[in-house]
């Protein structure tokens, strides 16, 4: 349910809003908008009568969200949300491009991705450090060790850091390295791990569930902004379908999708969508033609070597000539990148 303020409304009569819902078992969550104020109260419906908030001084109206899914719904925030990473905005003008290996696997390599990317433009190194393989025979991570080696790069070049969280046993650690915590498709309905993350004051890239309808995953996202991080960045990084062409099929209809129903920013993941990396340019362009409000993409110094994912990375050079030839699609759609 969304309580809308009138435009006069005072601190005062927002507090006494937000305490009555309280008082009656609702979460509540006050969005400032430059005009008015409109409070989102979640919770269980069969213990409101509406009338008695209608009334009460400085409320305007009340409209219920017919969404399942409410604090990541349009219809609460009708302005696009912007995820803030220290001075990187995701959801803004700028197309932000997060770039690194599928895997952390030593320092030296990593560090210079973390250079090459950041000449190319890219404002994040991602890597992974714990890794959900689908053999249990296939390298796992480097697990903290990893951590260190993306901190380490950090150090060395500015850049932000993503990385996926794969238990909820790891969240703080992983969050104390991390600028945004990675929740994985093979996880985007792992209830427990994402009411973690929620607890978490780290963004948290949750990225689409293999077979995961639009709404599912919307939901995935509410679990995490439910249990108090709005800090939410989506990553559509292809689905399962009967195409085997490509590893995965990127839906790049889930942008516009998304936009409309959501005001969460969506990326998108071409390099797991495409597993060829022949195939990641023409799926990172069409991403930025479609509206995505970032791109991660993996780029390794030596893909046949690479301990994971190699024929989907991107050499560095590649990966270059890839951020000059996204700069005219990205000012065609009025953005920059
Ligand atoms: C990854 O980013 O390396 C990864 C494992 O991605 P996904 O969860 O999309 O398969
Ligand atoms: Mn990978």
Known sequence: MIIIMNKDATREQIDNVEHKLSELGFKTHPIFGEVKTVIGAIGDKRHLNPQ????????????????????????????????????????????????GPCAIENESNFVETAIRVKEAGAKIIRGGAFKPRTSPYAFQGLEEDGLKIMASAREATGLKLVTEVVDTRDVELVASYADILQIG????????LLQEAGLSKKPVLLKRGLAATIEEW????EYIMAAGNPNIILCERGIRTYETATRNTLDLSAIPVIKELSHLPIIVDPSHAAGTWKYVGP????????????LI?????????????????????KFAELMNELKPMASAVGRII
């Open 52 to 99: 008695l908030i209608s009334i009460m001084p400085g409320v305007e109206n009340i409209v219920p969200i017919m969404k399942p899914f409410k604090l990541a719904s349009r219809e609460l925030k009708q302005i696009s949300s912007i995820v803030e990473i220290g001075d990187v905005k995701i959801g803004g003008n700028e197309i932000v491009v997060m770039a």
């Open 283 to 294: 799926l990172a362009k069409g991403a930025v033609a479609t509206g995505a409000d970032g």
């Open 185 to 192: 498709a093979r996880n985007m309905q792992n209830f427990r």
């Open 297 to 317: 993409i993996e780029v390794h110094l030596d893909p046949p070597n690479a301990f994971s994912d190699g024929p989907q990375s991107l050499r560095p050079d």
């Open 218 to 221: 919307l939901m995935a996202a």
